[in-house]
């Protein structure tokens, strides 16, 4: 089992940048595929970002469109994303998430397994 605490979020202006970032618990970091996802109000929880075991493979959500970066450092058992020109509609909780099913990308909430709280990151215009 693994224990996810995510951090960073804040209030930022359209066009600026944050840095997310997830610290999970125990040692078997490195096996668990990472994604981030985000709800906003009145949203179904969505999918942001996956990265793969050995964060050799990333997907992104399609409204992404490069601004965000997902990487990983397993010998901090930590999980990043980057998000340069913030737009108001990316406000939303950010949430960090594992999956124990195996070295693949998955992109749907069923698929992973433990979840953080949720970190709240607002973009005014």
């Known amino acids: 089992q693994v224990q996810l605490v995510e951090s960073g979020g804040g209030l930022v202006q359209a066009g600026g940048s944050l840095r997310l970032s997830c610290v999970a618990s125990?040692?078997?970091?490195?096996?668990?595929?990472m994604a981030w996802f985000r709800q906003a109000p009145g949203k179904e929880r969505e999918f942001v970002a996956a990265i793969s075991w050995e964060g050799g493979g990333t997907y992104y959500g399609d409204f992404v469109q490069g601004r965000f970066t997902i990487t990983r450092d397993n010998a901090k058992n930590t999980l990043y994303l980057q998000m340069n020109t913030l737009k108001p509609e990316d406000t939303a909780v950010y949430y960090c998430?594992?999956?124990?099913?195996?070295?693949?990308?998955?992109?749907?909430?069923?698929?992973?397994?433990?979840w953080g709280q949720g970190t709240q990151v607002t973009v005014s215009s």
């Open positions: 125990g040692s078997a970091f490195k096996s668990y595929g």
């Open positions: 998430a594992a999956s124990d099913s195996g070295p693949y990308l998955y992109t749907t909430r069923a698929q992973y397994d433990y």
